[in-house]
Each structure stands twice: as C-alpha cells, then as structure tokens.
C-alpha cells in the first residue's frame, strides 16, 4: 500500500493535464467453472503527456457463484492518439486492492476475503467536439491467492476540463491553491454490510478536513453505521486525501485511506470476543460547490474489517468551508 500512495503522490506532483471521469458496464468471466456475470466501474483518468497516462479507479466485477469482488485498481497507460486525436487506443498495467465476499455453495459461513491482485487493460476512446467521449476497455485481473478474471466494457465519459481542440492530454488549468482549506460536513445515508443478511441501516457522519497542500488533506470524522441484525457500529475515522480541483474550482474529487477507531456491540459473537477495535477506511468522495462557504458533498466509504464484517456505505450531505 505504501509503494502504491508513492507513485500516485509523485504522479500528482507532475504538471497538470486535463482529466477524465468515465462509467463503463460490461461483463465478466472467471477462470474457474464458466461463470459469467455482470461488471461496471467508474473510472478517472489524467494525460501526462502525449502518450502517457495514469488512472484511478473503482471496479465491481459482479456476483459469480460463489464469489462478490470489487476493489480499487492503479494503473499507468501508454497510448496512441490517431486521426487528428479522436481516436486514443491505450494499454495500461497496474494494480487492484480486491475485496471478496464468499459465499460457499455448502452453506457453511460466508467470509470477507481481502488482496491485491495484477491488472491488465487495453482501451479504444473516440473523442467528440464536445467534451463527451466513449470508450471501450478490456482488462485482465490475476487474483493472486483469488480467482482470474476476463472484463469486456463500454461506456461514456466527460472532460472535466474544456480541452481547446478535440482529443486527450489537453493541458489543463494549473491549481496554485490548497484543493479545500478547511471544511466541516455534515452527512447522511445508507450502510450495507457485504454479507449475506438483514445488514442494511441508516448511517450518519460528522467530518473535519483540512488541506495541507495543493492535492493533500486529512480528515477526521466520528461516524455512526447504523444498528441492523449484522452489526451495531459506530466509531472515529481519520483519513489522508488526495484531491483536485475541476470544472472551474467549482467541483472537486478525491481517494482517501485510513484508520477507523471503531465499537461493534454485536461484535461478542466472534472468535476474537472484543467490540473495540480498529479497522481499514478507503473511500471516494466529490463536491459541488454551493457559494463561497457552501458546498454538497457524496462519499463513498468502504469499511475493511478483519471478523467478516465488511461495509458499503454511501452517504451526502451539505459542508461549510472557512
């Protein structure tokens, strides 16, 4: 995980060009019994040169048979731009932090699996005159201690950046300034634990950032999960981000990882005994930028548990900036 924040930190220190957020949906097939399913992501990438690009992205590959995996994958492109740059065909390696929910056809206990795996992608873009392009993409995941998987994709995608001329690696504006200074949010929605089962319940977030460089900030937050059959939990979060700003400063976009300080009232039940413990943060987050002190915020967050208590939640609310 350290080397993986390292080269993205280094990547984000490189001049600025335009980027890139796509939705893709296809389908996937696994190496073992033919099983075929479902598979989307949402991706960002950014040009850091003519040929050269890098993407961050989230990836759900579906419900196999006895296998729910999704993760976070890293990957650098190189890519050719052909006729007059509307079409880009790219060839990315990198990495995918998975997550896997197994669910034993035997009916024995479900488990939450978590590893890192290699990634392979190829992609064709056509670029329009406006900022809308399409893409198609194929990637190969080795799963290492999991399963392989096959994913054929399409979708649509949006500049976030005017580009001056139609095509990628459009230079875009340079960022002088902190992404946020100082923002308090306030956040409400839904958690689903990833196993199988009632897990489902309102969840409420209060949340501090601060930036601390131009795409640098840390968080803190005292979270409430919800109380459902599956877990009853609530806790403190403190994460570090990395974010850019958009769409003339007016939206922001950004990954975090953290610790998660964390109580579990119905924890008693597992092999370890103990309801306080600590637990993994990784989410995704963007804002939309109200007035000068206002702004609407979505996260996100994916809670990695080491007792098969994994969680989904999702979550808006309105922030003020100072």
């Given at each position: ?50 040929n050269i690009a ?166 803190a937050g005292a ?91 999702l979550m808006g ?6």
């Amino acid at each position: 995980m350290r080397n993986i924040l390292s080269i993205v930190f280094v990547l984000l220190a490189l001049p600025a060009y335009a980027g890139e957020i796509s939705l893709l949906g296809g389908y996937g097939w696994t190496d073992k019994l033919v099983e075929k399913t479902y598979a989307w992501q949402t991706q960002y990438m950014e040009g850091l040169g003519e040929n050269i690009a890098y993407s961050l992205s989230y990836v759900n590959q579906g419900h196999f048979i006895e296998h729910h995996r999704d993760g976070y994958a890293a990957n650098l492109w190189a890519r050719t731009n052909l006729l007059d740059k509307r079409l880009s065909l790219g060839l990315g390696v990198g990495g995918l932090l998975y997550f896997d929910t197994i669910k034993p056809a035997d009916g024995s206990p479900q488990h939450d699996y978590h590893g890192w795996g290699t990634m392979t992608n190829v992609a064709a873009t056509w670029y329009t005159d406006s900022r809308v392009f399409y893409q198609m993409q194929g990637y190969w995941v080795r799963g290492d201690k999991s399963f392989d998987t096959l994913t054929a994709l399409a979708g649509i995608g949006y500049q976030l950046d005017a580009p001056p001329v139609p095509g990628p690696d459009v230079k875009g504006p340079h960022q002088p300034e902190k992404t946020v200074d100082n923002e308090v949010t306030l956040m409400g929605g839904e958690t689903v634990v990833n196993i199988a089962g009632p897990g489902k319940s309102a969840a409420v977030d209060l949340e501090y950032r601060r930036g601390i460089w131009r795409y640098l900030a840390v968080s803190a937050g005292a979270l409430y999960e919800g109380k459902s059959d599956l877990i009853d939990r609530y806790g403190l979060t403190t994460q570090l981000w990395l974010a850019k700003r958009f769409l003339d400063d007016d939206m922001s976009l950004g990954a975090g990882l953290g610790g998660y300080f964390a109580v579990d009232e119905r924890r008693g039940g597992s092999s370890s005994g103990r309801n306080v413990f600590v637990s993994k943060i990784a989410s995704i987050s963007g804002s939309l930028k109200l007035s000068e002190h206002y702004d609407l915020r979505a996260t996100f967050d994916r809670i990695i548990t080491t007792y098969d208590r994994d969680s989904d939640i999702l979550m808006g609310g309105i922030g003020y900036r100072f």
